[in-house]
């Protein structure tokens, strides 16, 4: 059996991520597919609209075979360190290939891009020191010195702008740095881009703007054409039971509550809270009306909007810096769920994995999978009604 | 002017505070009666039904001249530092007189009471350490020590079983420490005992009374005939605004998000949590159904409910043991109200005063009234309404 990861949120799963998957097997010739997938928080620092047993579900239904978490350590992170845990775990439960998704298709552009910095590396430190030096952000500084490296060495480069093409080059990263023993593949994104909203003459939308119908229009039946019938019935079980999808301005009551409870040198105990965000973020949440009207406040050209989102979400589950980077590299392979062909293949491949393969979290002390323990439980507590879901007490699923 | 102090809660104010504060008066031959008032949070742990300014209200309208603050380090503490702390402050702001409520009415015996136990000191602290050895708890362990003294030196004394003999107890034990400079004199309890049921017969119910059936009856006009037509209105007025008097039953989603936040070895960072509770407190936080679910689950004979409550208190607000311990003494007199009266007091005895008077939260650093500031945040919290009512934007009530 031979598997091809991919690596998602699915928030939510829809048609798009069904054409990947499809795609995914049909380039590599895989006859499985893994998803390593991130939990409860996401990688624009925000919680899932569903939670991850959900999430699995909607997977296993349309094509997915295995569901692995990717630990909050590396899905809350920037795109460097999640792209090294997502591909680290998709290396270790055995996939010789993974696929992304890209506009155009071609992953050449990829390779050239990560070889141009990756062999003139001194230089691009050099010129992101000079660039930060006048005094603008990480991101820009980086995007600048790319530029440069650009206009000395042309050629067919992606352009890095764009959230997809970074989270791509990571990947490609990664691969290298597991000495291309994971090779990538990259699949054409087809209907809508990234943020655009959804378009009722299609049948693919982008999960933002899927989100965003859900939050403003409030009904389910504006997203049924976007997504598989699974995830319909699922985030309409969702809707009953907790009367809202997750998202901050749900949880925002919590979240103000968490950030006033501290001093403002207790809230550098939080990952990049320094320069004096600590005051701005406590002075705010006290005369904030809502989660919006709080980001509107704090945001500014340093801190933008996902940075913020970031920080918040550690500040929520209470997960500190230290905590964080007492972790560089992924422990386990935590299992969420599995078809029929993905347990075949797990009692195939299980000996060979490089990691340990966790079904049952009662079983293991782990200080990283008690983060994802930890991070399960503050998504709980945000939700206005109390089932509990917690890792201790739900299986893998199965389909 | 001559001025008598008193030590209150108010939660609420009812028709025996009412009479006290006249009592007070009368028995000392005062034209002026200051009230020490716990802010926010009490010493059983508790949020009050309403708020510091509410009770200033209340007070003020019903014969108090002036409302000065019991900070949070005292308030939330046990007897002997609250007790310290309020006669600190009746002393700094220049009573000569205090006066607290008894059952019978006479001093002679908590004077008694007092004089045995200072006198037989070495005695005593040995009795405790001996009883503690046996396993019981602290406080059991101080009442056997008691009742030890008392059979090696018979006489008329008080019962320190009963929790307003204990406060009686160290009042005087406070107004000792500071070379009896501050006089006490007591005032005969009228109409209902410290934990009894409202009696519809009666004028008089205790707080605690009044408080059940606030909270049972959901009505106010069972509790009419006991609180002035003030306190009537002002309870009737923090019903329109907030919809439910502050709570632990209340507040109980925000805390329990407290509790979970933390890892057990974070929240040892609080007052009193060691020899495990930490783990019970977040084990039980997670299931338990209600507030009174969660401490029917953690409580035991050496935690006790207002141990417990006091705990809890601190993990709510996030005030550390470090934050409380490196506070001793009062350093300041916060003004919470006044009537003209009192403000005539204030004039005439304001340079005599042995701390420096806060009228102001805005013009002061102090970190001691920056835990008093921090209890209001996290009361606000709470509740369902956010009318902002903050240290920063409410001046002295007037009347």
């Not at 990947?171 to 593949?185: G, W």
Request: proline share 4%; glycine share 6%; aromatic share 12%.
């Amino acid at each position: 059996m031979q598997a091809v990861g991919v690596v998602v949120e699915y928030n939510p799963f829809h048609n798009g991520h069904a054409y990947h998957v499809q795609q995914a097997k049909k380039l590599t010739g895989a006859n499985i597919v893994i998803a390593v997938m991130s939990g409860q928080f996401l990688q624009r620092g925000e919680p899932a609209l569903v939670d991850k047993w959900s999430r699995t579900k909607m997977a296993l239904a349309s094509g997915v075979d295995l569901v692995i978490e990717l630990p909050y350590v590396f899905s809350t992170a920037h795109a460097k360190q999640f792209a090294y845990g997502a591909i680290s775990l998709l290396h270790a439960v055995g996939c010789k290939t993974f696929a992304f998704g890209s506009e155009d298709g071609r992953l050449q552009p990829f390779l050239d891009s990560f070889a141009l910095i990756d062999r003139n590396r001194a230089l691009y430190d050099a010129l992101i020191k000079e660039y930060i030096a006048t005094g603008i952000s990480y991101p820009k500084a980086l995007q600048q010195a790319y530029t440069t490296l650009q206009q000395q060495f042309p050629g067919a480069y992606i352009d890095l702008a764009k959230p997809n093409n970074i989270l791509g080059f990571h990947y490609i990263e990664a691969a290298y740095s597991l000495n291309a023993e994971i090779q990538p593949v990259t699949i054409t994104r087809i209907g809508a881009g990234y943020h655009d909203a959804i378009d009722e003459q299609s049948q693919i939308a982008s999960a933002t703007g899927i989100r965003q119908a859900l939050f403003h229009k409030q009904t389910l039946q504006h997203v049924a054409q976007f997504v598989p019938s699974t995830t319909y019935q699922l985030l309409e079980e969702w809707q009953q039971t907790y009367k809202a999808f997750a998202s901050w301005h749900a949880f925002w009551p919590f979240l103000r509550f968490a950030i006033l409870r501290h001093t403002p040198e207790q809230l550098t105990m939080f990952p990049d809270v320094a320069e004096g965000i600590e005051h701005a973020l406590i002075k705010h949440a006290k005369n904030a009306r809502s989660f919006d009207d709080f980001m509107e406040k704090i945001k500014s050209k340093r801190y933008t909007w996902t940075r913020l989102q970031r920080i918040l979400t550690h500040i929520y589950t209470g997960i500190t810096k230290e905590q964080l980077h007492a972790h560089v590299t992924p422990s386990y392979i935590r299992l969420l769920g599995m078809t029929e062909n993905g347990q075949r293949y797990l009692s195939i491949h299980k000996k060979h994995m490089t990691l340990p393969l966790i079904s049952r979290v009662a079983a293991v002390q782990n200080t990283m999978l008690a983060l994802d323990i930890q991070a399960t439980t503050m998504y709980q507590q945000g939700l206005p009604c109390q089932t509990i879901h917690d890792d201790y007490n739900v299986p893998p699923i199965r389909k």
